[in-house]
């Protein structure tokens, strides 16, 4: 029995344990089945990975399979960021793209993330069917033909230049002019990530100062989990106070999550890079439109939206219900408290890229610091704090945790009032003073995450240790 399963991020697993050859060309023969059901083999397949241990071995054994089964496949001779896979698929028209990643997962694990047509993530109904076609397949199913074999007679293709239009886009939609003019100082942390070479073309165009910490490969992330947090931002918020830089910019493991160091070391958080973007579009930039959020993101962004008049749309974790609906609501962007967000006009899934560039031209184009600007706006909507706790669990934790929360429904004692409480994503406990609670499994780490926001980081601990004292699990 395969123990392949798709979450919001695609398939993770532990390398060595899961993630092993066997595994990985059942789910490239999983991805045959499903492209000829849906009878969408006419078109390559485009595969990009990451800086992961065994990502391009990963990534050659997919394209083994893709050949053997009559499906050509677009190969990427370096490593690459999802965003530009997403790209190339929603440009080229593709049906499919795979990046060969997990994120902002530890160095012990990778994954296999599949894209769809229009540079989407694939949803959650093409993911099942794709878990339900690998239940069936025995590892005597497969055939391969040797990667080699298969670039000589041009089944594998490489892509020459792949970056050109991902970056070209980006470019004509920048205030190139006004980046230039400011001439902004910056320290790039790509954490030995993917994403390193298009920023840095987009940064070097526009006349920025741009240095670099953590831009080789390593497939240990110098030790540390390559995601953009304040946990892990450590010495580049350092380095950036004693270099004097403006700003620090930090990407995760594949390029789509974001971080932020201002100029005196502070750690700019996922949902003030989201609350200061969308100001910029809208009162900056003119445009108009609203804006969407996850349900464990920022409640700022529903104040900030009501004040211009727009609103703010609420949907599930999972960066396809963002983009999603981005395009029902013709939304400004959309984004997530974990690091991803995304502009209209731009790919559907998260891109870290294009989000970076246009920080940077926001502090061009209003010539302040982004401490500054969170200072004023925070005296205009008021003070968010968003406070997370992560808890492993066991088996018989989860079951109980289920129970509680899901089944019983039963609730903490809060001591203030509850507006509503929704389970359409986990448990959600909406506060009538805009504060609110979260709590959901993980879907990609075996974890239990609680999320709350509140106008301090105490109360909205408060919420937290409530749940914790609730499940047990102090």
Known sequence: MHNIKFGTGGWRAIIGRDFIESNIRLVAKGICLLAKEEGKTDKPIIIGYDHRFLSENAAKWIAEVLVADGIDVWFLGRSAPTPLIMHTVLRQELYYGIEITASHNPASYNGVKLIVEEGRDAPIETTARLEELIATLKEEDIESTPFDAAVEAGSVTYRKNPFNGFID???????????????????????????????????????CTVDMIHNTRDAHFGGNLPAPTVAGLGELATKVQNGKYELGIAFDGDGDRLGIIDRNGRYISANEILVMLYWYLHEIKGWSGPV??????????????????????????GFK?????????????????????????????????????????????VEKSPSEILAELEAKYGKFVLVEDNISFTAEQKELANKVIFTDKALPEFGKKIARVGYDDGCKVYFEDNSF?????????????????AESAEIASSYIDAFRKLLAMN
């Not at 902004?184 to 006349?207: E, H, K, N, Q």
């Not at 790919?347 to 502090?363: N, R």
């Open 169 to 207: 886009d980006i470019l004509s939609v920048m205030n190139i002019p006004a980046m230039r003019e400011h001439g902004a100082r910056v320290l790039f942390d790509p954490m030995y990530g993917s994403g390193t070479y298009p920023l840095m073309v987009i940064l070097c165009t526009a006349r």
């Open 292 to 317: 969407v959020r996850n349900l464990a993101t920022t409640h700022m962004l529903d104040v900030m939206a009501a004040d211009f008049g727009e609103k703010c749309y609420e949907v599930p974790v």
């Open 321 to 365: 219900y963002i983009s999603s609906m981005i395009d029902e609501v013709d939304a400004v962007l959309g984004g997530e408290s974990s690091g991803g967000l995304t502009v209209r006009g731009h790919i559907h899934g998260k891109d870290s890229v294009y989000a970076a560039s246009l920080f940077v031209e926001m502090i061009s184009v």
């Open 437 to 453: 609670v979260i709590c959901r499994f993980s879907g990609t780490e075996p974890l239990l995450r609680i999320f709350a926001e």
